[in-house]
């Protein structure tokens, strides 16, 4: 039976949260261990689905630099970079990266960059796409210094794009992507367990970071692949209707539950910086 105690109860007073205090709040016991890591609003919305709004970023009131409100954005962007810097692996959605062009999941603080350097190892940068419709341009398959490995998992057809996207860029003397190791591992769809499973057997993963979309957060859970969901409360109500009237989603979609079989959650550690509240809760499946 899980216990009924929360571990934690941290209060972030600094934004800028050091290395010490993110330790001990996401401190793992055991391994392998799964997360999914997001940012909602108080009404539950994890993208904004608006054009030019990347989503994590404007979610947590990142870009509301001058108001005091917005302060303890700084802190879940610190969050963010530790996952990066301590996770074996970071798996996420090809819409991330086609939304990001500068997205690697690598640490841009000094400090959490020495952390990840102090493990010596090579983590893995994992990016999902049934298409195969990903730029092999993007940053996150070209590391500038080899500081990463960098991993697609697609279907048949989507190797296929891929393949042949890598000789175009060939012919044309790009090197781009050429050290990116693909899987085909499903027809219609990827088949998240079977990537998971080649993270932990191929590159000896523990720690993996899942940081999304709400389609592949969502088939991870369907799975029983998440042990942990690390989840930032941004102080901001967003309504679910972007400004085309499309539904926005929140942290997991795509998936069906029950009352009898819906996953429990069970608070292991809260924190508090400013207005933003900072929850891990352990996974507890019931089917």
Do not use: C
């Amino acid at each position: 039976m899980p216990s009924t105690m929360v571990r934690m109860v941290q209060l972030f007073e600094d934004p800028n949260v050091s290395v010490d205090q993110l330790s001990e709040f996401y401190k793992v016991a055991g391994s392998p261990h799964t997360y999914l890591m997001f940012v909602i609003t108080v009404d539950g919305i994890a993208v904004p689905l608006e054009s030019g709004q990347r989503g994590g970023s404007e979610i947590a009131l990142r870009h509301l630099k001058d108001n005091p409100i917005a302060a303890g954005g700084f802190t879940d962007n610190r969050a963010l970079q530790y996952g990066w810097a301590t996770a074996d692996a970071v798996l996420g959605g090809a819409g991330i990266v086609r939304d990001n062009p500068a997205a690697t999941w690598y640490p841009r603080d000094k400090d959490l960059q020495n952390l990840l350097r102090k493990g010596n190892r090579k983590p893995v940068r994992a990016v999902v796409s049934g298409s195969g419709e990903v730029d092999l341009e993007h940053p996150i398959f070209n590391p500038k210094k080899d500081e990463w490995q960098s991993v697609v998992f697609t279907t048949k057809k989507g190797e296929e794009k891929l393949r042949d996207q890598a000789k175009r860029l060939q012919v044309q003397g790009n090197i781009s992507g050429q050290l990116t190791k693909t899987y085909a591992i499903g027809d219609a769809s990827v088949d998240i367990t079977k990537a998971v499973g080649i993270l932990r057997k191929d590159y000896e993963t523990k720690l993996l970071d899942i940081q999304g979309g709400p389609m592949l957060a969502g088939g991870a859970v369907k799975a029983m692949l998440v042990d942990e969901v690390r989840l930032t409360v941004s102080p901001q109500i967003m309504g679910d209707l972007n400004s085309e009237g499309r539904r926005r989603p929140g942290f997991v979609t795509g998936i069906h539950f029950g009352l009898e079989d819906s996953p429990l959650a069970e608070l292991e550690a809260l924190g508090v910086s400013g207005s933003h509240i900072f929850l891990r809760y352990l996974m507890n499946y019931r089917n």
